[in-house]
């Protein structure tokens, strides 16, 4: 437990498909005049340096944001992606990428007033840069730190107050149980705020449980009578190989995907046009490919 650490992976192909994602409902959800109230179950540790040693060891956000900019396509970004490189730039200065931002900042920049985000983080390191992080925003009381389990905690903030909200669920799963938490988290919460809005990110991997994600929460919101979607983004092979040595090769992360319960109706028709051009430009072999899928 606890060497999963985010700053190695900030930026990579699963984080651009993930805060697209979150980017494009927001927007959506910001546009009414009721308070809403986002909880992020697993915040990480906020801010990310591109060009600090954590990513230079991973390299991976080379394979991720930095590749998609560098893949302008010749004709204009869909909006969504144009959103989010503009939402990147945002904390970014003179034309440099430097620095990229997690799900707790791309949700506060988006936030009013009104609204209310909670952030649970558990890693001790990840949540004391996540609070001083947050603590140079002057955001006051309208975003919490908690360092809690959030699969647990977010339970005694539902149903919330102005009966609007969105919940990120986006663990680790460094231990084989994350993903029975998540579906019995999503489970708990569709029973005490059926109206609410989910989105949780999941792995493409070739484990079982994993396959289950998308599937078991498919099942939940067709039960419960709800809309749901389902996006995936996979990059390339997902077998192992081996070297010259034979030794067995991991390719990394292949893909990954997002299943939302009661996502905006707007979200289908803004991927449709986002996916294409993340395939294209972030492909590594002639496996790249996406899904995209609603029901409900
Ligand atoms: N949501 C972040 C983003 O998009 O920028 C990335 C989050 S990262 C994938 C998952 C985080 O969850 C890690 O920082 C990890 O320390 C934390 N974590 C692991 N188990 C947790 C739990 N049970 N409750 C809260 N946080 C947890």
Redesign the pocket.
């Known amino acids: 437990?606890?060497s999963?650490?985010?700053a190695f992976?900030?930026g990579n192909h699963a984080?651009v498909l993930?805060?697209i994602v979150?980017l494009a409902v927001l927007r959506y959800m910001t546009q009414k005049d009721t308070a809403l109230n986002v909880f992020?179950?697993?915040?990480?540790?906020?801010l990310?340096r591109l060009d600090g040693d954590y990513a230079k060891t991973s390299a991976e956000a080379a394979e991720g944001f930095l590749k998609l900019i560098a893949n302008k396509p010749t004709e204009p970004f869909a909006a969504a992606i144009q959103d989010y490189v503009e939402m990147v730039a945002g904390f970014n200065q003179g034309g440099t990428w430097s620095v990229y931002?997690?799900?707790?900042?791309?949700i506060q920049s988006l936030l009013h007033g009104r609204d209310k985000l909670k952030l649970?983080?558990?890693?001790p390191t990840?949540t004391k840069t996540l609070t001083a992080n947050i603590a140079q925003l002057e955001a006051g009381r309208q975003v919490a730190i908690l360092r809690?389990?959030?699969?647990?905690?977010l339970k005694k903030f539902l149903p919330p107050p102005s009966r609007r909200a969105l919940v990120?669920c986006?663990?680790?799963y460094?231990?084989k149980h994350?993903y029975a938490?998540v579906q019995a988290m999503i489970t708990d919460a569709m029973l005490r705020f059926p109206t609410g809005t989910y989105a949780v990110?999941y792995p493409i991997i070739p484990r079982p449980e994993a396959h289950d994600v998308p599937k078991k929460l498919k099942t939940l919101a067709n039960k419960s009578g709800k809309s749901w979607l389902s996006v995936s983004l996979t990059v390339k092979n997902s077998k192992l190989t081996q070297d010259a040595e034979g030794e067995v090769v991991r390719p990394g992360l292949p893909a990954s995907g997002m299943f939302l319960i009661n996502p905006p109706h707007t979200l289908k028709a803004l991927l449709k046009d986002a996916m294409p051009q993340l395939v294209k430009a972030l492909g590594q072999d002639q496996h790249a490919a996406f899904t995209l899928e609603s029901g409900g």
């Open positions: 437990m606890f999963y650490r985010h992976h900030a984080d993930k805060h979150l992020d179950s697993h915040a990480g540790a906020g990310y931002p997690g799900s707790p900042f791309i649970f983080e558990l890693h990840d809690e389990d959030g699969f647990e905690g990120l986006d663990p680790s460094e231990v994350d938490r990110w």
